[in-house]
């Protein structure tokens, strides 16, 4: 079955410090992997994704993935954590299936939270 | 710079009333979604359409219903809503992926639904 899993359901990182959300997924064919963030009471935002190329992919706000295909991850990172990327962050996947429309699945969510 | 609207960003229903959530994307998108998102389940999908006037139950499409007459449309009927349909409702559209493509999601702001 295709999914993704985010094993965290919080992550805590000092303002500062560097952060990783993990994001492991399983699909069968060719991953095309994204990261989204919400904000309270806001919809999902894009902040970067893999479709082919280099493993490290770098997105907005600072943050950047880094894809591996032998694990099956694509963990966002960040090198300097702010205050103000507290949210939660969802790691999704291309389904494929019967109909090539693009359809996302996506992980439970982890709930980032930098500290002062 | 709106792209994808929905048309309530809260709303209060009654039990057993007959409730349209209303969705508009104006980027010409052919895919169109609607997932309801609550704590510790992350995004669950309802109903999608890749298509005018087609539609593909998603996950949990039990107590919904969906119409797409135009293409920039996509609305979600909840036929008798019932307080365990409380929840935000996101709806997201996206172009069918080309040539190794695969663009991902454009998200609205969400609607967060209460049923009294």
């Known amino acids: 079955a295709q999914s993704v899993a985010q094993p965290e359901d919080q992550v805590n990182v000092a303002e500062g410090n560097p952060l990783t959300v993990k994001c492991t997924y399983s699909v069968s064919g060719n991953p095309y992997l994204f990261w989204y963030v919400q904000y309270p009471n806001r919809g999902l935002q894009f902040l970067l994704k893999?479709?082919?190329?280099?493993?490290l992919v770098k997105g907005s706000y600072g943050f950047e993935a880094e894809f591996n295909k032998s694990q099956t991850s694509f963990h966002l990172k960040k090198p300097s954590a702010l205050v103000s990327d507290s949210a939660l962050y969802f790691c999704?996947?291309?389904?494929?299936?019967?109909?090539?429309?693009?359809?996302?699945?996506f992980g439970q969510g982890t709930t980032l939270q930098v500290k002062p | 710079d709106v792209k994808v609207t929905q048309s309530s960003r809260y709303l209060v229903k009654r039990t057993g009333e007959k409730v349209f959530l209303e969705c508009v994307q104006d980027?010409?998108?052919?895919?169109m979604f609607w997932y309801r998102q609550d704590p510790g389940l992350g995004l669950r999908l309802i109903y999608f359409?890749?298509?005018?006037?087609?539609?593909e139950k998603g996950d949990i499409p039990e107590g919904y219903s969906v119409s797409r007459e135009k293409k920039e449309r996509f609305s979600l009927i909840l036929e008798s809503a019932s307080t365990n349909q409380t929840s935000m409702y996101l709806c997201a559209s996206s172009r069918i992926p080309y040539g190794g493509e695969n663009y991902g999601y454009t998200f609205g702001s969400g609607t967060r639904l209460t049923v009294v």
């Open positions: 980027m010409d998108h052919e895919n």
């Open positions: 359409s890749y298509d005018v006037k087609m539609k």
């Open positions: 999704a996947v291309r389904a494929y299936g019967s109909s090539n429309t693009g359809k996302l699945i």
């Open positions: 893999y479709i082919t190329g280099d493993n």
